[in-house]
């Protein structure tokens, strides 16, 4: 697949912002005591937002700016979406907002195992789509 050299530097970026949510998720979760769950809710939410976004760049969408999987997921054409249930997306819809605003302590690590699942899951489909000089090497 060719991509013109502005959209593959857009999605380059776009990958490098998710990877850096994913490590981000990778060193929190490494905490044992009184680890932030709610943290790694909220960057699981944002690494599969980035890469949705990225899909939508590559097929020439103008990504929205809105923090809604189920609507991203809506706006790619069906053979892009990633194969993930659709509720278990949108269940990190309010991870988006209310990770940063309200106090979420109450999750657990099952909550972040979970969120984290459908984020890799969201990865793994979106980087089976993308043109391999936009992932790292």
Not at 46 to 65: D, H, I, M, N
Not at 94 to 112: C, E
Request: with cysteine; aromatic share 6%.
């Amino acid at each position: 697949m060719s991509v013109a050299p502005e959209v593959l530097e857009i999605l380059c970026l776009w990958v490098r912002k998710a990877e850096h949510d994913f490590e981000a998720i990778r060193r929190i979760m490494a905490v044992e005591a009184e680890c932030p769950y709610d943290v790694v809710c909220f960057h699981c939410q944002q690494a599969a937002e980035k890469y949705l976004k990225c899909l939508l760049t590559l097929v020439g969408v103008q990504a929205p700016r809105t923090h809604d999987l189920s609507e991203l997921l809506r706006l790619l054409p069906e053979a892009l979406r990633p194969q993930v249930d659709s509720d278990d997306l949108s269940k990190l819809n309010p991870y988006a907002i209310d990770a940063r605003y309200y106090d979420l302590r109450d999750l657990q690590r099952d909550d972040a195992i979970q969120a984290l699942a459908v984020a890799e899951a969201v990865r793994a489909d979106a980087r089976r789509h993308l043109p391999p000089e936009a992932l790292p090497s």
